[in-house]
């Protein structure tokens, strides 16, 4: 988890919403690391978790990752839980929960063991938590404030309108 926590980081550094994931093998090796780029690659699908699914199975030449084990610092949406499960990923282990977006939103709580048609995967959950949710918090709080500095700033009058920045 800490180096799906680098991943996040990462994320962090580039503006982006702090999200990190890892693959681990049967050997427990990582053999694919990626944070969000949903803004850099101004993708929906960007998550971490896909990233990280992908490259560990373009690593393994195989979509099957059997073995494999998916880390990431936020419990994944909908989407990257189904890919998980299409992946065929042993199991999953998050740290911090996604009131927002989080796949367990519209699920009952089965405790470990989650089954979607013949798929089951393992899921544990509230893995160094705080230090997932530290990021997100923070990186929030900032976004904030920036949206209001700058709205603040568009507020003064014309002179600021110089500084406004032409549409692509
Ligand atoms: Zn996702």
Redesign the pocket.
Known sequence: MNQALKQARKAYEHTEVP?GAVVVDSHGVIIARAYNQVEKKQSQ?A????LAIQKASKKLHNWRLSDCWLYVTLE??????A?ACLSRVKGIIFGADSPL?GYRLDKKDTGRLYKIGTCEIEVISGVQASQAAGLLKDFFKKKRKKGRDEAHKKNKGPSSRKKTRTRK
């Open positions: 999200v699908t998550h971490a978790e896909l994944p949406c909908e989407m990257c839980f890919l977006f």
